[in-house]
């Protein structure tokens, strides 16, 4: 989509197709008072089976 358009995605964006991962677990990363760099977001608890599950824990 962006190609056809001209575009690139921000290197904010995490466009890596897993969800889990960058800024969405980074603790040093709060969206919500972060709103200016993070207008879509999610945030992922990645504690489970030994640190080898995650769960979103915000959207």
Not at 13 to 33: F, L, Q, R, T, V
Not at 36 to 45: A, E, G, R
């Amino acid at each position: 989509m962006f190609q056809r358009w001209g575009l690139k995605a921000s290197p904010k964006w995490n466009i890596s197709g897993e969800p889990c991962s960058g800024a969405a677990i980074d603790d040093k990363y709060d969206i919500e008072k972060n709103l200016d760099l993070f207008y879509l977001s999610i945030k992922c608890n990645c504690t489970y089976n030994n640190n080898k599950v995650c769960h979103i824990t915000k959207l």
